[in-house]
């Protein structure tokens, strides 16, 4: 599986827009990004994934580099509750379809 | 939107007994769902991967004599930690998907302590 590079952590403040990073070199043609954030003591949490295009959905956006090497994902106006940990994880497009994930980045929001 | 349900969300164990966690898809069938593994601090750690009919592919280092995985019906998936020990201690998580073009969905997680 291929893998991310991801900043062990992040700080923002309340109400500003935050951009988490992720570096995905060795990403092939068929891998999808995906994005998940867990809170503490609960499951992960699915926010948004993405072949080749920008995503939008109400929770992020996702911008995706035009060579897929690197990809972001777009808080556009954090609150407390989206203090977590971020897992930025490449999927398969093939047979295997299981997430693999790497240490994420843990975002804490200042009031 | 998909919902797995994960059952119990805590339990506490002596050494040696076994222990059964449960996976639910609630509103959707689930082919195949996935069991992972969690220590405090750090990753999810993928354990196997449970198909529906046909036995559990397990990963690297999981022993499948001790993580037990049943999938007998499109709705649920079992894990069964066998004999229990204190290192078992740990945050189990399942996990399906809807189906393609979704993400995947988790359940809320069982903590586990053997004590």
């Known amino acids: 599986d291929a893998k991310t590079t991801q900043p062990n952590s992040m700080e923002s403040n309340e109400e500003e827009p935050v951009h988490l990073p992720c570096n995905h070199s060795t990403i092939s043609g068929t891998d999808y990004i995906h994005w998940y954030r867990q809170l503490p003591s609960q499951g992960p949490e699915y926010v948004i994934h993405g072949l080749t295009s920008n995503v939008n959905n109400r929770m992020a956006s996702l911008a995706i580099a035009e060579d897929r090497k690197s990809s972001t994902l777009i808080l556009h106006r954090a609150t407390l509750r989206d203090a977590a940990v971020y897992y930025c994880i490449l999927r398969s497009g093939g047979a295997t379809n299981k997430l693999i994930f790497g240490t994420g980045t843990l975002l804490a929001v200042q009031p | 939107g998909a919902v797995v349900s994960q059952h119990p969300s805590r339990v506490i164990c002596k050494s040696g007994t076994s222990v059964k966690i449960e996976c639910r898809s609630l509103d959707f069938q689930a082919t195949t769902m996935f069991w992972y593994r969690q220590f405090p601090k750090k990753s999810l750690m993928l354990m196997a991967t449970?198909?529906?009919?046909?036995?559990?592919?397990?990963e690297q280092g999981v022993e499948k004599d001790k993580f037990l995985i049943n999938h007998a019906s499109l709705t649920l998936s079992t894990l069964t930690v066998t004999s229990a020990h204190p290192e078992d201690s740990s945050f189990y998580i399942c996990s399906a998907r809807l189906g393609q073009g979704y993400g995947y969905t988790f359940g809320s997680g069982t903590r586990l302590t053997v004590v």
């Open positions: 449970s198909n529906e009919g046909s036995k559990a592919t397990y």
